[in-house]
Nanobody
Framework: QVQLVESGGGLVQAGGSLRLSCAAS????????MGWFRQAPGKERDFVAT????????YYADSVKGRFTISRDNAKNTVYLQMNGLKPDDTAVYYC?????????????????WGQGTQVTVSS
C-alpha cells in the first residue's frame, strides 16, 4: 500500500503562486510515476501533470503548461507542484496520485493510489 498526503493549498489572488507538496509512505517512492490531478465543483477530475520515477520526464496539461512545474525529491519521498500565474479557473481540489509503470499516463484509472486532496482557491 501507498499513502499520499497533500499539503500547501489555500486562497490566493489571481497572478499569485502556491506550491503543493505530496508526501508518500508505505512503498519505495522512487519506483512510482507521480501525478497531480484536479477537480473543480461539478466537474470531472482532470489531469494536471505527471513525472517519471527519476524526475527526468514530465508532462503537463495544455491548460497549465508554462505556469506549473512538477518536481520530486526521492530522498524525501515527496512530489511538488509549483503553481505560478494562477487564474480563477485553476480553483479546484488538487489530488496527488501514484502508479507503477514504464510509460507516462494522464488517465485517472491508471493511478491506483490517491491522496485526500487539498483545496486551491484563486480569487479574481
Amino acid at each position: 500500500q501507498v499513502q499520499l498526503v497533500e499539503s500547501g493549498g489555500g486562497l490566493v489572488q489571481a497572478g499569485g503562486s502556491l506550491r503543493l507538496s505530496c508526501a508518500a509512505s508505505g512503498r519505495t517512492f522512487s519506483w512510482f510515476f507521480m501525478g497531480w490531478f484536479r477537480q473543480a465543483p461539478g466537474k470531472e477530475r482532470d489531469f494536471v501533470a505527471t513525472i517519471s520515477w527519476s524526475g527526468g520526464s514530465t508532462y503537463y496539461a495544455d491548460s497549465v503548461k508554462g505556469r506549473f512545474t512538477i518536481s520530486r525529491d526521492n530522498a524525501k519521498n515527496t512530489v511538488y507542484l509549483q503553481m505560478n500565474g494562477l487564474k480563477p479557473d485553476d480553483t479546484a481540489v488538487y489530488y496527488c496520485a501514484a502508479r507503477f509503470g514504464k510509460v507516462t499516463s494522464t488517465t485517472n484509472s491508471d493511478y491506483p493510489y490517491w491522496g485526500q486532496g487539498t483545496q486551491v482557491t484563486v480569487s479574481s
